[in-house]
């Protein structure tokens, strides 16, 4: 058991770090997010370019820094910490998760451009009526001769706008809630019949519903199995869960540190408010929140290469990750008083993107369904 | 990082369990199955086999008779431990006094005192709280005025009253705060004082808890006579020996591993028992819910307290980061404890006690549900409250 990073992982974690510490300030990312396209192609190149890593998940062979999930967590964790929108997790966690995990032909030519930040995927998966379930699948994909044609419509699509590829999840067979049936796709978004209608979400980002009509793509395009894409799915969402995590544990320490630092400062009754007793337990309750969530976020992410304890793990690091986003989110707003209505201080979006984790790839009562499901069976 | 053991790891856990399983005293284990109240020898039985072992006290230095186990050799000591539910080593001697002896003694005094702690021919006990200082421990008034007595030798004459204080009722000795300065400011005026129980002077008096139990006593001393070398470090500086102490009961408070125990009996027990509707309880909707959430905040603790040892091995003591294990801990402990009287319906109800020895009604994973519930919400107050311990991280760890 060894829960210290190596000398590499502790270098990318500065490397993310001090470069969103200059490029990344609060006002230099409200500037970038107020204006079209919604965020920063620049950041990006250098995210590919200046620090590599778009690479960090991907073996030396591809080009990449030969990590895997824990290199996401570091990465992910700083960018919480700075509210990035750029899209590491749909490009390269989820994206390079599916390229990774499928055996697709394409695979080695895609994470290549990932790298080189020339790919940008964004993960096509939910629809308007089939909440967290991730086989709830109207949309379809019907073979004609050597290729599918997709008809559908995905909902709230996060980094859309800006993708360059969409991961689509659609009904090769099967019935709308089936298991079996569920295949998954590599679609390029200028592909005919792809629509988007682009939209800001409220912590940020930009997203898309995406319709699909009549998208007719290659055999080529088909990532893992046929009508039995689920478990591939399931993986690469438990990676993205774990990796979520790890931002939410960026956001709660800033969320925490921000009221700390807050409180400090705002004088009432002739005196600093941390010195009350009930504001000091309410921001060590949120302190015992962040450290048990980062605590989940290692397990969770440890565990991933265990297909047996993987699932168990994600769903239990999300129910905690979800109620520290509730505590420590409301209570940050709540320490900071009025202040903390307002749009100039940074607590209030850290408090929104905390908000947005809580139901990121299912909500705290949906992991905890699927936790009690599998450590305690089927419920009467 | 990883979670992997290594095959000399999978060994020591080989013959951990196979030490225990060989050596665990049957009488004791036979005690605790029928829940009787254990005697003084039946508590020190599987400290005396430890003590042969050399296995009493894994955290202690190797030059005082430590394992010198590493954090992973310790974690699955602990988890073989719990799994067989054995009776560990109390605490007064091996766990709390001994790191201050080690810490701050004499050479003589840890000659003195750490091989009869090691090996369970002494019994300690705590004489820390009084009737005016729980929480507010700094402003205790137990009085300890220096004199030279007709024998040309120095003495402390102690005068109080101390309370809580857990199974004193068999204690040989106790470590006690005392107040040498009554000028100074609280903390400055402590002492730390080892005093003979069978000192003229010294009564013990029963304390009966709510459950019915007998653990705890007062303590009452009365012109009891301490001879000056079994004080601990400086004269009026026991405050540090005390906070020190303090950081060390936090630290294996957590009881993950006790916890993990528990959390398997009480599955056990809502599956044995039915819901409303007529199914296992573990299938009642609310009630599985309620095991999910306490099961996943057992494993957000324990992995809580892997990263605290962690950081202990990488060279830093238990801090007051231990505080979150402490608060966590005794929740978790507390919230099983509820769970189990919970789940076993009617039969938490009858008291058994006074019906004489095995008497049984109801289940017998029932007969102590309500008993432990009530005796369990000490932990959030002993050892410092769960309140203070967020006044110690709020200070310590947050700064404010």
Not at chain 1, 66 to 82: D, L, S, T, Y
Not at chain 1, 215 to 223: F, T, Y
Not at chain 1, 337 to 347: K, Q, R, S, V, W
Request: aromatic residues 10%; contains cysteine; glycine residues 10%.
């Amino acid at each position: 058991m060894d829960f210290s990073f190596t000398d590499e992982q502790s270098m990318l974690r500065d490397t993310v770090a001090s470069y969103l510490a200059d490029h990344y300030s609060f006002d230099q990312r409200r500037a970038a997010l107020a204006k079209e396209p919604g965020w920063s192609p620049a950041i990006w190149k250098a995210f590919a370019e200046e620090l590599g890593i778009l690479g960090a998940p991907f073996s030396e062979e591809l080009g990449g820094l030969g990590g895997g999930p824990i290199e996401n967590m570091i990465v992910m964790e700083e960018m919480g910490k700075a509210l990035v929108v750029e899209p590491y997790l749909g490009t390269v966690v989820i994206g390079g998760g599916f390229l990774k995990h499928s055996g697709y032909a394409g695979a080695e030519a895609l994470i290549g451009q990932i790298i080189a930040g020339e790919a940008i995927f964004a993960f096509a998966y939910a629809e308007p009526q089939g909440r967290y379930n991730l086989a709830d699948l109207k949309t379809t994909a019907k073979k004609d001769g050597g290729s599918y044609v997709l008809n559908g419509h995905k909902a709230v699509v996060i980094g859309a706008p800006y993708a360059t590829h969409l991961i689509v999840t659609a009904r090769t067979d099967g019935g709308q809630r089936d298991a079996q049936g569920i295949s998954v796709f590599i679609v390029e978004k200028s592909a005919a019949g792809v629509s988007t209608r682009d939209y800001p979400t409220v912590d940020g980002f930009r997203a898309s519903e995406v319709i699909f009509e009549n998208v007719k793509v290659g055999a080529d395009a088909l990532v893992g199995p046929e009508g039995h894409g689920l478990p591939l799915i399931e993986k690469v969402v438990d990676e993205a869960i774990a990796a979520t995590c790890a931002e939410a544990c960026g956001v709660l320490a800033k969320l925490h540190t921000g009221t700390l630092e807050y409180t400090r400062q705002r004088k009432q009754f002739g005196q600093p408010i941390s010195s009350f007793q009930v504001l000091q337990h309410r921001m060590v309750d949120m302190f015992i929140q962040v450290e048990q969530s980062v605590s989940m976020t290692y397990m969770a992410t440890i565990k991933l290469a265990d297909d047996k304890q993987r699932t168990k793990a994600a769903a239990a690091a999300k129910v905690q990750i979800g109620k520290a986003c509730k505590f420590v989110g409301q209570n940050a707003i709540q320490l900071h008083g009025g202040m903390g209505m307002t749009d100039e201080m940074a607590i209030g979006h850290y408090f929104k993107r905390a908000t947005m984790i809580e139901a990121a790839f299912g909500s705290t009562d949906h992991h905890l369904a699927r936790y009690e499901f599998l450590s305690l069976g089927q419920a009467a | 990082m990883n979670l992997d053991f290594t095959p000399e790891e999978n060994a020591f856990r080989q013959e951990v369990r196979a030490f225990i399983k060989d050596n665990y005293p049957k009488n004791l284990r036979a005690a605790q199955d029928s829940g009787a109240t254990l005697t003084r020898d039946l508590y020190l039985a599987w400290h005396k086999v430890l003590a042969k072992k050399g296995w009493v006290a894994p955290s202690w230095p190797v030059e005082f008779g430590g394992t010198g186990w590493t954090p992973t050799q310790k974690y699955i000591w602990s988890e073989e431990s719990a799994e067989a539910e054995t009776l560990p080593p109390l605490p007064f001697g091996v766990a709390m006094l001994a790191p201050v002896i080690y810490t701050f003694g004499t050479e003589e005094q840890k000659k003195r005192f750490l091989p009869g702690i090691y090996n369970g021919e002494v019994w300690w006990c705590q004489g820390y709280s009084e009737p005016g200082a729980g929480s507010d421990l700094a402003s205790l008034k137990t009085k300890a005025e220096r004199i030279t007595a007709d024998d040309g030798k120095e003495y402390y004459i102690v005068n109080g009253q101390k309370t809580w204080t857990t199974l004193g009722q068999f204690a040989d000795w106790g470590f006690f705060l005392v107040r040498t300065d009554p000028d100074a400011k609280p903390q400055a005026g402590i002492s730390f004082l080892l005093i003979d129980m069978k000192s003229p002077g010294v009564t013990v008096r029963p304390i009966i808890t709510l459950e019915g139990g007998h653990e705890v006593n007062d303590v009452f001393l009365d012109n009891v006579k301490v001879p000056v070398e079994n004080r601990i470090f400086h004269e009026n500086q026991g405050w540090t020996c005390a906070k020190a102490l303090l950081a060390h009961e936090r630290s294996g408070i957590a009881g993950v591993a006790r916890s993990k125990r528990n959390l398997e009996k009480l599955r056990q027990i809502a599956t044995t028992e039915h819901s409303d509707a007529g199914g296992t309880l573990l299938s009642d909707a609310f009630f599985r819910r309620k095991v999910a959430e306490l099961e996943i905040d057992l494993t957000a603790l324990e992995f809580t307290e892997l990263r605290t040892l962690a950081g202990e091995a990488s060279g830093k003591g238990p801090g007051a980061e231990s505080s979150i294990l402490k608060i966590k801990g005794t929740e978790i402990q507390q919230r099983l404890q509820e769970l189990v009287l919970e789940a076993v319906g009617h039969y938490g109800a009858p008291f058994l006690r006074d019906l004489g020895h095995n008497a049984q009604i109801g289940p017998g994973y029932a007969v102590d549900a309500a008993g432990d519930m009530f005796n369990g919400r000490k932990t959030s107050i002993f050892g410092g409250s769960n309140e203070i311990q967020r006044n110690i991280i709020a200070k310590m760890v947050l700064g404010l």
